[in-house]
């Protein structure tokens, strides 16, 4: 199985890129909440999170085309890639989302970049941000625009899960991790 040690090893070999490596962690932080509701693997999962964008930061406009080979050689599990590839699904593949970790990556990539905006905006970062104020951000389609609010709401439709929970939940499990993911607020900085 994938642990969160060999997957850290993995990513850092080829992503320098200070806001992807961010990135990799407010997914793995959001998939590790995911797996503790689905009564799974949270650093299993969390491995996965990490390892999600591998090829993104060499290849961004094949991502995804350079990520199978290289893992798969590299010893990951079969799931464990197909995983990564799935969420991809119906913009760069068509490997649909089946599990409920694959379902679950596929929902919080997105996810995740709307919280850290949301987060960055606010004075206690995302110590204090509830799912309220992250519904009035989701709805407002001009703040993060870049993120795909359809593509969160089709992943939430797989999960068969409202936008509410899976929000809360991934808030909750990026919540005490806010220093390293850079979400203390704006009045921590300093």
Not at 60 to 76: D, I, K, N, R, Y
Not at 106 to 113: R, S
Request: hydrophobic residues 40%; glycine residues 8%.
């Amino acid at each position: 199985m994938l642990t969160l040690e060999r997957a850290h090893a993995l990513n850092d070999a080829v992503v320098t890129e200070e806001h992807l490596r961010i990135h990799a962690l407010n997914v793995a932080y959001a998939m590790g909440a995911m797996a503790e509701h689905f009564g799974e693997d949270v650093e299993h999962w969390q491995a996965v999170g990490i390892l999600h964008d591998y090829d993104y930061q060499q290849y961004p406009e094949e991502h995804l085309q350079h990520t199978e080979a290289p893992l798969l050689a590299a010893g990951v599990d079969p799931e464990d890639v197909r995983a990564i590839m799935s969420h991809g699904y119906s913009i760069l593949n068509d490997i649909r989302p089946e599990t409920n970790m694959e379902k679950s990556l596929f929902t919080v990539d997105e996810l995740t970049g709307i919280i850290q905006a949301c987060a960055r905006m606010r004075p206690n970062g995302i110590t204090d941000l509830e799912v309220k104020s992250f519904m009035k951000k989701f709805k407002d389609k001009k703040f993060a625009a870049k993120c795909d609010r359809a593509l969160v709401l089709r992943g939430c439709e797989l999960l068969g899960m409202d936008i509410r929970e899976v929000a809360e939940i991934c808030i909750e499990g990026m919540k005490p991790h806010a220093g390293e993911i850079g979400l203390l607020g704006t009045g921590a900085q300093g």
